[in-house]
């Protein structure tokens, strides 16, 4: 099996630092090549869900939660409406 462009490459795991393999076609796909394996990226998910719960990523997060919060505000009165609208 041969892989698209030149070969791989070493990162280092975000999470536990541990160098890892990675094909180098791998890097332009977004949130890829990021853990080392599937133990580093679900606990990076239990991890980011419990600082987020505490709150300690609200002042780095605080651009894309308040776009999240909007969306959500904005889908709610979109529904509301279409349902104004459909009585
Ligand atoms: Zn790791």
């Given at each position: 099996m041969s892989y698209p462009g030149p070969g791989a490459i070493h990162r280092q795991c975000i999470l536990c630092g541990r160098s890892f393999r990675v094909w180098t076609?791998?890097?332009?796909?977004?949130?890829?090549?990021?853990?080392?394996?599937r133990e580093c990226y679900f606990e990076s998910r239990r991890v980011f869900s419990t600082a987020l719960s505490d709150g300690r990523l609200d002042a780095i997060l605080a651009d894309e939660l308040e776009a999240i919060r909007r969306k959500r505000v904005t889908r709610k009165m979109d529904d509301w409406m279409a349902r104004k609208l459909a009585s």
């Open positions: 076609y791998e890097l332009r796909k977004p949130n890829r090549a990021k853990f080392c394996g």
